[in-house]
């Protein structure tokens, strides 16, 4: 896995869910078992994913109703909904590279339903709920492969409508690769400001803005480009007014698990995670990714990329990293969210 934002186009988002509950006790290094993570695994890479529920302590363990290629769960307020991207109605669904498109099922499997009613053709990505679970914001391109822009949508299917930021550095070419829906319905969202298609080999510069739900306001969060440093792979996570995001060096190393308030104060380092080492000495990538912090904010799930076995093994771990636990190491792993 390379520093570019090649994972967004495969679907891998991740998304937290906001508010309290689950997530144990604030003084414990145990999750406990309340709440659910859901996640996404495959045999590899180019075989179709499929959702599963699980406690945090690993219980649990439920597979939801493969229909193709799935991934990209996340909650809505109450956790009883998730929204997810499957390739089901495609017409190679299970086929490697097959477009996505948004659906909402119950958290138990039933009800599977598509939302959005787009070309087949275009992919869509990333759906999370608004905190009134009125809206869902999505990413989707249809033609362009740079051209991946942020839409949101009514939860029953109606008033698509792409969102347009007016903030200046967005007038340029670019791709907007995440998006998810912070307090008072602002969008936060992570732009790759480089100008080139998902997986070019070019450094990206990845950096996150938030804006109203129609688009003004945008307000920069990050401006990493004078540190030498990126959003790693465009993904994020939002809990109340606080948003969890990676960042690399240029060269992908010196991975940091960070924090900022969703007005761009606060900024805060929380973990520095491992580098993994490629035998071929061609690029590099952080050693664990995909951070969704629990409930209260104490504990996090994320994916841990285990070069001995080749898969990236499920993990919750103390906000901080200490403490972690695998608890799915059955394939590749993707896209936690914790409810």
């Known amino acids: 896995m390379r520093h570019s934002i090649v994972a967004a186009a495969l679907a891998a988002a991740i998304l937290a869910a906001c508010g309290g509950g689950g997530g144990g006790d604030q003084g414990s290094e145990n999750p406990g078992r309340d709440g659910f993570i859901v996640y996404s695994v495959s045999p590899t890479v180019q075989s179709p994913g499929h959702i599963f529920r699980i406690r945090p302590d690993g219980t649990e363990k439920l597979e939801l109703p493969p229909g193709g290629r799935d991934g990209d769960p996340a909650f809505n307020s ?52 608004s905190a009134d679970d009125r809206m869902i914001t999505f990413t989707m391109r249809c033609d362009d492969p740079i051209d991946y822009r942020i839409h949101r949508i009514n939860a029953d299917g109606s008033g698509q409508a792409p969102v347009v930021s007016d903030h200046p550095a967005l007038a340029a070419r670019h ?79 010196d991975g940091q698990l960070e924090t900022i308030n969703v007005d761009g104060t606060g900024r805060t380092l929380l973990y520095r995670i491992p580098n993994l080492a490629f035998a071929d000495s061609v690029g590099a990538s952080p050693r664990d990714t995909q951070f969704a912090p629990s409930p209260n904010g104490h504990f996090m799930a994320f994916v841990r990329h285990d070069q001995s076995s080749g898969n990236q093994v499920l993990m919750t771990a103390l906000i901080d990293g200490t403490s972690a636990a695998a608890i799915d190491a059955s394939g590749l792993a993707a896209a936690p969210a914790w409810k």
């Open 78 to 129: 109450d956790g009883k909904t998730i929204v997810f991207s499957s390739s089901r109605d495609s017409p190679n669904p299970t086929g490697f590279g097959a477009s996505t498109h948004l659906y909402k099922m119950s958290i138990d499997g039933t009800n599977p339903t598509r939302v959005t009613a787009n070309p087949l053709s275009c992919t869509e990505l990333h759906g999370h709920f």
């Open 175 to 253: 791709s907007e690769v995440f998006s998810a829906f912070g307090p008072n319905n602002r969008i936060v969202f992570a732009a790759d400001l480089s100008g080139n298609a998902i997986g070019n080999p070019q450094p990206a510069k990845v950096d996150l803005f938030v804006m109203d739900a129609d688009g003004r306001n945008t307000q920069r969060l990050t401006n990493l480009a004078p540190e030498g440093r990126n959003v790693f792979d465009g993904r994020l996570s939002v809990l109340g007014a606080s948003v969890y995001f990676v960042t690399v060096n240029m060269n992908g190393f």
